[in-house]
């Protein structure tokens, strides 16, 4: 049942998805209708009734307004073009001072740049789908989505900073999951015992010029094949290797499998190197939305015959689950749920675990980073100096200046 009073309040003034909290320049637009009406009646007649009528017809057909788990007022953001526009009018507003139009003008674009740049940082819907209530997500301030992104961002730098900085400059030899498995399942076989999508990868901090020795202990559906299992497709830092593959058991249900390959000292050139495991997969006929290959029961990995202890990366990595089969909602919840693993949407942390030796990952972040700023601030100088120009052209008596035609 629609609900317009609390649909109209909730469109432009909840603090979790209100329009004017997301799009903050579109305040300006308050002020700049009267001015753009002295000059372009019709259009600015076709402005106002664009943005109001789509607030007002989905205010009068639905009660879920807020448009679910979406980034922001999901069913009035095509009215921000008609919002922005007039702004052209309120810079050329001469009953108001310079500093006034250019300044406010300029703080609510880079307060709006920030709103934007949030998402970019934090996949929001980590925090959309997690245990804060919906209600008070859109209507309590404290638990807005807009200052939880940037809590969840620190959040994950922090991690970051602990883990793979730490570890890795450490220099210490280890293995981590990089991608590609669902949670545990069987908790006596941490930190495996947990299934494999169609691709799994082990992140392995093995030192340079020292053999590497894997060992992977799985067990195979029989409905998954309709053939004789062929066993996974490994590739190590690029390069496809053969694995010896042995049955240990079978039984009417399942058989299981252990694959035991070595990487030549010469082959260990990468630090860290990568380890991409590829098996076809099968849906389960239960209901449940997964795509699942093969059950990791137990990986060992040693270096030059020493065993790698295992770590928990305590970061967000690739979600591993795939959309491929046709959409439920149990694949979509379970593909958000925040218990799983989340992108981690900062570059820095791509680059440092790419595979480049320290000084050279530290020179490319180095050098990103003073490009992105360097752009950042060529923008906010021709913004600037743009907005300036304007107003010094606005100044100017001229036949179709407002004022003269009022």
Known sequence: MATPILSLYGFFFSSGKGFFFFSPPT????????????????????????????????????????GGGNWGPRYIVCITPFLILPIGAFLERHDLSRWLRVGSATLLFIIGFWVQMSTVFVNYSTYLFSDVPADLQRFHPAYSTLSAQWRLWSRQVKAWQQYDHALRASGEQFYVIDGGFHDIEVPDLAPFGRWMEEEG?????????????????????????????????????????????????????????????????????????????????????????????????????????????????????????????????????????????????????????????????????????????????????????TLKLSLRVAGKPHSTDWRLQC
């Open 27 to 66: 305040v300006l637009a308050l002020w700049s209708v009267l001015a753009l009406a002295r000059r372009r009646r019709n259009e600015t007649w076709l402005f106002v009734a664009i943005a109001v009528s789509y607030p007002l017809f989905y205010s009068m057909i639905t009660s879920r307004w807020h």
């Open 201 to 385: 990868q082990l992140r392995i901090y093995a030192q340079p010029e020292q053999a590497v020795t894997i060992q992977i202990a799985y067990s195979r559906p029989r409905l998954a094949d309709m053939e004789k299992w062929s066993g996974l497709h490994l590739v190590y830092d690029g390069a496809p290797v053969t694995a010896e593959q042995r049955l240990a058991a079978e039984n009417e249900r399942e058989t299981q499998w252990i694959e035991t390959l070595t990487i030549p000292a010469d082959k260990i050139y990468i630090w860290p190197g990568t380890l991409i495991m590829t098996a076809t997969t099968w849906l389960p006929q239960s209901g449940d939305p997964r795509e699942l290959s093969v059950f990791i029961e137990r990986v060992n990995v040693l270096s030059d015959g020493a065993l790698l202890p295992f770590q928990e990366a305590n970061l967000p990595r690739p979600l591993p689950v795939s959309t491929a089969y046709p959409w439920s909602w149990q694949a979509m919840l379970w593909f958000y749920d925040p218990a799983n693993a989340r992108p981690f949407d900062a570059w820095p942390w791509y680059i440092w675990t790419s595979g480049l030796p320290l000084p050279q990952a530290r020179t490319l972040i180095i050098i990103l980073a003073s490009v992105l700023c360097s752009g950042f601030v060529a923008s906010a100088v021709w913004f600037i100096l």
